[in-house]
């Protein structure tokens, strides 16, 4: 197997492509991950949410990290990390742009808003917290059969 660096360019690709992150975030030094369904554009990962225990820690603590990946094989696959920080998006007129945004690329995919809108089994369904990472640091790696 070779590892090689990832540049920028083969990180945003496989971001683009890539729908299920997973996202880590931390309060009170208690670190959190749970996946969640992401859009890339420009610096920034979309994604949508119900308030819960993520949404609140990242309240908290705006600093966060996600993790995607593509596995083809045990010896061919692709990682990437990305360091960011958390922006709600509300319902007002400063988030109107961004929210638009979100909704369109949201929009490209069937069911775009499953699971991130479903009620745990007896719970009444909560509103929707739409939001974005911008993204402030990128990394990845990729292996390959050796040649």
């Known amino acids: 197997m070779d590892i090689q660096e990832m540049t920028a360019p083969q990180c945003r690709a496989l971001l683009s492509r890539v729908r ?80 638009q945004v979100a909704q369109r690329l949201f929009q490209q995919h069937p069911s775009w808003w499953e699971p991130g809108s479903v009620p745990l089994a007896g719970q009444p369904q909560p509103p929707p917290i739409v939001f974005r990472i911008r993204i402030d640091r990128i990394t990845g790696r990729f292996a390959g059969p050796a040649v």
């Open 20 to 99: 299920v992150a997973r996202l880590a975030c931390a309060r009170d030094n208690q670190p959190y991950i749970v996946p969640i369904h992401v859009d890339l554009e420009d610096e920034f990962l979309y994604a949508y949410a119900t308030l819960g225990q993520k949404i609140e820690w990242m309240r908290e603590n705006r600093l966060v990290c996600l993790e995607v990946d593509e596995l083809t094989s045990h010896s061919t696959w692709a990682t990437v990390v990305v360091f960011g920080q958390y922006e709600e998006l509300p319902h007002t007129p400063e988030h109107e742009s961004a929210r």
